[in-house]
């Protein structure tokens, strides 16, 4: 076995080169879907179960982050209270209604959602919610690894989607293998590159707003004012923001 850094580096770059390529389209898209909701007022959620919930935090309050994203956090699917549970409730959908009834979810919304494997209940009964209100539906997982775990259409977030970003990670979530065993993630990676691709093009689009709504460093003294009035214009939609 001998994965050095510099493989680890050759894998992730093929993969975000991939992305960068081949969802290109499906990125820029995103970002002027989401301009067209903010001009109207609509909110945009980020949405994501085990460890795709730390990229819906990583929406919140981000330096460098689109300031109208809201992430959609539940204490029973971030693992603070048990892998277990955690790993049993994303495989279920008996608790969509309940964490989604905490926000405000309205037509003109957008939700981008997080999963990997692309097949686990929980991200598609909120896809299927999201739908039903009319929303628009984004979501981010590896088509490979969905398609080699279930042949039904039912059971795959991509088809209650309207956009989907493939993050090319491979079927298992592993980089490499060791007698059988695979290890080194990366749809965390890829899932991150994806979200802050979407900021980047967002943020072309937005250039000319005041105050431009993307967030700076809070360690910044002369930007805490910046991030006042963008926590206060915000924070109507978005209940983090106190």
């Not at 790993?87 to 008996?94: A, F, N, Q, V």
């Not at 979501?139 to 309207?162: F, G, I, Q």
């Amino acid at each position: 076995m001998n994965n050095s850094i510099e493989k680890i580096t050759k894998k992730v770059s093929s993969i975000l080169k991939k992305i960068s390529n081949k969802e290109k389209n499906k990125i820029k898209k995103t970002a002027k879907i989401i301009a067209k909701k903010y001009f109207i007022g609509g909110q945009i959620y980020i949405f994501g179960t085990g460890h795709n919930h730390c990229i819906a935090e990583e929406s919140l309050h981000r330096a460098g982050g689109f300031a109208g994203a809201c992430p959609i956090l539940d204490p029973r699917i971030d693992f603070s209270l048990g892998i277990k549970k955690a790993s049993k409730l994303e495989r279920s959908k008996k608790i969509a209604n309940n964490i989604l009834r905490k926000y405000d979810l309205q037509k003109n919304d957008l939700i981008i959602i997080f999963s990997n494997s692309g097949i686990n209940q929980l991200p598609i009964e909120v896809a299927k919610i999201a739908k039903s209100k009319k929303m628009f539906v984004v979501t981010v997982l590896s088509k490979a690894y969905a398609d080699s775990l279930t042949k039904s259409k039912s059971e795959k977030l991509y088809n209650y989607s309207d956009l989907f970003i493939n993050n090319y990670s491979p079927v298992g979530d592993t980089l490499f293998n060791n007698k059988g065993y695979g290890f080194c993630s990366s749809s965390t990676i890829s899932g991150l590159f994806i979200l802050n691709s979407i900021w980047a093009e967002l943020a072309i689009l937005l250039k000319k707003e005041i105050p431009f709504p993307f967030y700076s460093s809070s360690n910044l003294q002369k930007k805490t004012k910046h991030n006042k009035i963008l926590e206060e214009k915000f924070s109507i939609n978005n209940k983090f923001l106190v």
